[in-house]
């Protein structure tokens, strides 16, 4: 059994922060890439930021230069600090993972974190 567990979302003014955390617990051998989605206006999981086990980050276009995803392998952690934020941020964030157990690799969801922004 493989978990994701999202906290940190809260209600912040425009132009706050928050910093969002992700921890992968259960049968972990090694966790790959690691990423935070939001839902979309069509109820879809868009793709915000990515890292891969060695660090190597990716951005959707619309936070780049405001949010920065980071993680500690220590940990099985990832965090998303999100800078400068906007009411379009407002959404439900998803931490996402690749992760190898005793028996196989799968992608795993955790249920989500609630962002509010507030104009």
């Known amino acids: 059994q493989v978990q994701l567990v999202e906290s940190g979302g809260g209600l912040v003014q425009a132009g706050g922060s928050l910093r969002l955390s992700c921890v992968a617990s259960g049968n972990i051998r090694v966790i790959n890439a690691m990423g935070w989605y939001r839902r979309g206006p069509g109820n879809q999981r868009d793709l915000v930021a990515s890292?891969?086990?060695?660090?190597?980050?990716n951005y959707t276009d619309s936070v780049k230069g405001r949010f920065t995803i980071s993680r500690d392998n220590a940990k099985n952690t990832v965090y998303l600090q999100m800078n400068s934020l906007m009411p379009e941020d407002t959404s439900v964030y998803y931490c996402?993972?690749?992760?190898?157990?005793?028996?196989?690799?799968?992608?795993?969801w955790g249920l989500g974190t609630q962002v509010t922004v507030s104009s």
């Open positions: 996402n993972a690749d992760i190898r157990s005793s028996y196989y690799t799968r992608n795993y």
């Open positions: 890292i891969t086990i060695g660090g190597r980050t």
